[in-house]
């Protein structure tokens, strides 16, 4: 089970664009014109940053990829990519995903990190017993929310859930380590519902008048 924990781990990096110390910053998505021009999403923070970074590559540790900005457009930009300089050539690269090494990145202090490292990591309980690991980072617009895929589902809950990163439910995130610790019980007892409570209530007077 832990090896299977570890692979989809994995998998689900892959899934947002880490690969090992690489992360994907950008994709090509067809392409525009007749001189081998092609559309650019970004995945920057800042969309136009992708210009700036060095040793931008075709893939994680690929060839070196050299972007010259045409213009911009509404879903991010057209580029000429060097070394494709027709539409047939420019075909090839439908779908190319650009990546640089981690260091090329905005240097971060030693306990800050990328919400992406997060992925992967082994979910972990104040006891050290082992939860799960999580598959994503999400924000539906409240807040940032780490969804957890458990080792075994939860009556109720499933085996998918969300925790809301926050301090007293995640209190300590060790990436060299690979893992987060999650208090899951104090989550879990934010999860009862007020139904679940007059159910409980019924239980209770049942047993007392039986």
């Not at 070196?64 to 457009?73: D, F, H, P, Q």
């Not at 300089?85 to 090494?101: D, H, I, S, W």
């Not at 260091?103 to 082992?130: P, Q």
Request: charged share 30%; aromatic share 8%; proline share 3%.
């Amino acid at each position: 089970m832990a090896q299977d924990q570890n692979t989809q781990g994995q998998a689900a990096r892959r899934q947002v664009g880490v690969e090992g110390d690489w992360v994907c910053v950008g994709a090509l998505a067809g392409t525009h014109g007749v001189r081998g021009d092609v559309r650019l999403r970004s995945f920057t923070e800042n969309p136009a940053a992708i210009f700036k970074l060095k040793d931008l590559r075709q893939g994680p540790d690929g060839p070196v990829a050299e972007l010259k900005k045409i213009s911009t457009n509404k879903d991010g930009f057209i580029v000429h990519v060097a070394g494709f300089e027709t539409p047939e050539a420019a075909k090839a690269l439908n779908g190319k995903q650009f990546y640089v090494a981690r260091e090329e990145m905005k240097a971060t202090n030693k306990d800050e990190f990328y919400l992406a490292d997060l992925i992967g990591l082994k979910a972990i309980d104040g006891s050290g017993d082992e939860l799960g690991f999580i598959c994503a980072v999400e924000n539906f617009g409240a807040e940032d929310l780490l969804e957890l895929q458990l080792l075994e589902p939860v009556k109720n809950l499933g085996r998918n859930v969300f925790i809301p990163f926050r301090t007293e439910l995640v209190p300590d995130v060790d990436v060299a380590a690979g893992h987060v610790v999650i208090n899951f019980a104090d989550w879990r007892a934010t999860q009862i519902s007020e139904r679940d409570g007059d159910d409980e209530e019924v239980a209770e007077n049942k047993g007392e008048n039986s």
